[in-house]
């Protein structure tokens, strides 16, 4: 098999659809599509087309510049478009909500802020959902969404925890607060120890990005900045390893 051919056959089974005849033939078959990225500066009508068709469907559409595209991209042929594939369609804050008093269990949440890295945010929906979290909320931009990639990762657990996208994480906050639900933001600097938090009520776990942790306007919107205990030389977990420990001590508490 040639080069070329593994590169496509490699493209698709991640669910990366490059090119423009290919985006526009998926956006014509109503294929669940994630995100759309297109090149930055690029104008011309074929582009502009895909743009409006996708966001009248819904669809995020990123701006990217060519080193962006180029990355991503498997067969070298993307023509400034590039398409992620979705494994599944995105679930609602309001059922996920329902589904814990449905079960009369206090919700648990896990919310994460810009999370990028798709292996990051498969493993922290696998963990969630062995460790029985009613659902995850992501951004709808500067997030890994309900990819391929992210599907591998999860160990299957993607096609049973339901995965909500709103497009401002603070105001989801600020809304969950009013419906009685306790915010716990992961911090280094936290002020409450992990142990000293009391994760048996309605409770929505935040977890920040890789490199930044969680924005600005996020921290100032958690009820309680939660420090995980260090005793090595180095300072910080990884955004999954953090979400399971904090997980984890939510199922202890809870029996």
């Keep these: 098999m040639d080069n070329e051919k593994k590169n496509l056959l490699t493209a698709e089974a991640d669910g990366i659809i490059e090119g423009r005849n290919a985006v526009v033939e998926a956006l014509r078959a109503g294929v669940q599509i994630d995100k759309i990225y297109l090149m930055k500066g690029e104008t011309d009508k074929t582009l502009g087309h895909i743009a409006s068709t996708a966001r009248a469907a819904g669809i995020v559409v990123v701006d990217a510049d060519r080193r962006k595209l180029d990355n991503m991209s498997r067969t070298h042929a993307h023509q400034g478009v590039i398409a992620l594939a979705s494994?599944?369609?995105?679930?609602?804050?309001?059922?996920?909500?329902?589904?814990?008093?449905?079960?009369?269990?206090?919700?648990?949440?896990?919310?994460?802020?810009?999370?990028?890295?798709?292996?990051?945010?498969?493993?922290?929906?696998?963990?969630?959902?062995?460790?029985?979290?009613?659902?995850?909320?992501?951004?709808?931009?500067?997030?890994?969404?309900?990819?391929?990639?992210?599907?591998?990762?999860?160990?299957?657990?993607?096609?049973?925890?339901?995965?909500?996208?709103?497009?401002?994480?603070?105001?989801?906050?600020?809304?969950?607060?009013?419906?009685?639900?306790w915010?716990?933001?992961?911090?280094?600097?936290?002020?409450?120890?992990?142990?000293?938090?009391?994760?048996?009520?309605?409770?929505?776990?935040?977890?920040g990005s890789?490199?930044?942790?969680?924005?600005?306007?996020?921290?100032?919107?958690?009820?309680?900045?939660?420090?995980?205990?260090?005793k090595g030389r180095i300072n910080s977990l990884n955004a999954s390893a953090a979400a399971a420990i904090l997980l984890y001590e939510a199922v202890r508490q809870r029996g």
């Design 210 to 230: 890789e490199g930044d942790g969680m924005t600005r306007l996020v921290t100032e919107n958690c009820d309680f900045l939660v420090s995980i205990p260090m």
């Design 87 to 181: 494994v599944r369609e995105y679930s609602t804050v309001e059922d996920i909500l329902q589904s814990a008093a449905d079960k009369g269990e206090n919700p648990l949440l896990v919310i994460c802020d810009e999370i990028s890295d798709p292996h990051n945010l498969g493993a922290i929906i696998r963990t969630a959902e062995c460790a029985g979290a009613h659902g995850i909320i992501i951004p709808k931009r500067r997030s890994a969404g309900l990819t391929a990639i992210v599907a591998k990762t999860s160990a299957g657990a993607v096609s049973h925890m339901p995965v909500a996208r709103v497009p401002n994480i603070a105001a989801l906050l600020k809304d969950l607060k009013k419906q009685g639900v």
């Design 183 to 207: 915010v716990f933001g992961t911090a280094a600097g936290g002020n409450t120890t992990l142990y000293d938090a009391d994760l048996k009520g309605p409770a929505a776990i935040v977890i």
